[in-house]
T-cell receptor, first 109, second 116 residues
Framework: EDQVTQSPEALRLQEGESSSLNCSYT??????LFWYRQDPGKGPEFLFT???AGEEKEKERLKATLTKKESFLHITAPKPEDSATYLC??????????FGTGTSLTVIP | NAGVMQNPRHLVRRRGQEARLRCSPM?????VYWYRQLPEEGLKFMVY????????ESGMPKERFSAEFPKEGPSILRIQQVVRGDSAAYFC??????????????FGDGTRLSIL
């Protein structure tokens, strides 16, 4: 069964303390892996798309990487405004998007 | 702002009533997706539509739920005879034409449905 698992469920960091979020997946035929940020009461905001193992994407303090089994979202020197829930989604050959339950990130000033 | 527009933002219905949720995709987008999000759960795919066509409804409950995306106007998710278990946040997303499944989906801010 196609599945997406994100860890940790929650993460508290001091401002400036770098860390990584994990998204592991088991799907038949990965078409793409997507990272989103979701703030309370809002819809998910698109961050990155990764299509193949070895691919990396960067945007400000965020960097996403992809292997054949998992993806990492690296956060370098986070700021309080980076606090949000980060969602990972995979698109498989069955055409569906499967979302993980997210990592809730809190950055403390 | 030409983002995905959903309305209403909040909807309260009594058991047995009908709920209609509307979604206007981003300008230039022709693919629409509906998701449901329950507390402590991830977004669950419901249905994928293009103009006047349902492409994939494998995530839709078999009864009481229907969706449409007419040639003119917004996409509508309709829930008939609502029950308490329908209480959730419903999100709409859209993507541009072409290889729809390879494009990132852009989300609206959702409709929070509460059933009394």
């Amino acid at each position: 069964e196609d599945q997406v698992t994100q860890s940790p469920e929650a993460l508290r960091l001091q401002e400036g303390e770098s860390s990584s979020l994990n998204c592991s997946y088991t799907v038949s035929g990965l078409r793409g892996l997507f990272w989103y940020r979701q703030d309370p009461g809002k819809g998910p905001e698109f961050l990155f798309t990764l299509y193949s193992a070895g691919e990396e994407k960067e945007k400000e303090r965020l960097k996403a990487t992809l292997t054949k089994k998992e993806s990492f979202l690296h956060i370098t020197a986070p700021k309080p405004e980076d606090s949000a829930t980060y969602l990972c989604a995979v698109q498989a050959t069955g055409n569906q998007f499967y979302f993980g339950t997210g990592t809730s990130l809190t950055v403390i000033p | 702002n030409a983002g995905v527009m959903q309305n209403p933002r909040h909807l309260v219905r009594r058991r047995g009533q009908e709920a209609r949720l509307r979604c206007s995709p981003m300008k230039g987008h022709s693919h629409v997706y509906w998701y449901r999000q329950l507390p402590e759960e991830g977004l669950k795919f419901m249905v994928y539509l293009q103009k006047e066509n349902i492409i994939d409804e494998s995530g839709m409950p078999k009864e009481r739920f229907s969706a449409e995306f007419p040639k003119e106007g917004p996409s509508i998710l309709r829930i008939q005879q609502v029950v308490r278990g329908d209480s959730a946040a419903y999100f709409c997303a859209s993507s541009p034409p072409g290889r729809g499944y390879h494009q990132p989906q852009h989300f609206g801010d959702g409709t929070r449905l509460s059933i009394l």
